[in-house]
């Protein structure tokens, strides 16, 4: 494959650790992504297959964490569900600005834990998590933290958490 941008090179194929901005979570890392990349120009194309095992990953990634979730992850999780904040806020029954403030960056209002239990189950329950109700109840007692780098990989299996 001929660069798109000069024009002037053939693609260089080979693989690559990147971070997944696109998620809209920052601390989510892809291990050995095909890309291509241009030897003249630097321009990469890379790759990502099977985007929705990857953000069923990711979801199931969020949901077994063993502390509570932040506001980006909250986030992440609703739109995982196909809801917006609207939507979100009818099936918990709270007011949409209830769910602008789990979601807020600026000056986030901690979730209720009980809402949190219920978020977490209501992803869960598209398909199976191991493990998940092993953490339910410390998770409780936990402050959310900085969130840490989530690691995933992909194989002829699909998309999966890797160790840290």
């Not at 992850?73 to 949409?96: M, Q």
């Not at 869960?124 to 339910?136: E, F, W």
């Amino acid at each position: 494959m001929i660069c798109p941008d000069c024009k002037k090179e053939e693609m260089v194929k080979g693989t690559e650790t990147i971070r997944y901005e696109e998620s809209g979570l920052p601390n989510v890392v892809l291990k050995d992504i095909p890309l291509r990349r241009c030897a003249n120009c630097g321009n990469q194309l890379v790759s990502i297959p099977n985007l929705a095992g990857l953000h069923r990953c990711i979801a199931v990634a969020l949901v077994n964490k063993p502390e509570r979730l932040t506001p980006l992850e909250i986030g992440f999780l609703r739109k995982s569900l196909g809801w917006s904040k609207a939507d979100f806020a009818r099936k918990l029954h709270v007011r949409p600005e209830q769910v602008s403030r789990w979601e807020s960056s600026k000056a986030p209002v901690p979730m209720q834990v009980q809402s949190e239990l219920l978020l977490r189950s209501l992803v869960a329950m598209g398909q199976k998590i191991d493990d998940y109700k092993d953490h339910m109840e410390e998770l409780a007692s936990k402050t959310a933290t900085e969130p840490s780098i989530v690691s995933l990989g992909y194989d002829d299996a699909g998309w999966h958490k890797l160790a840290a």
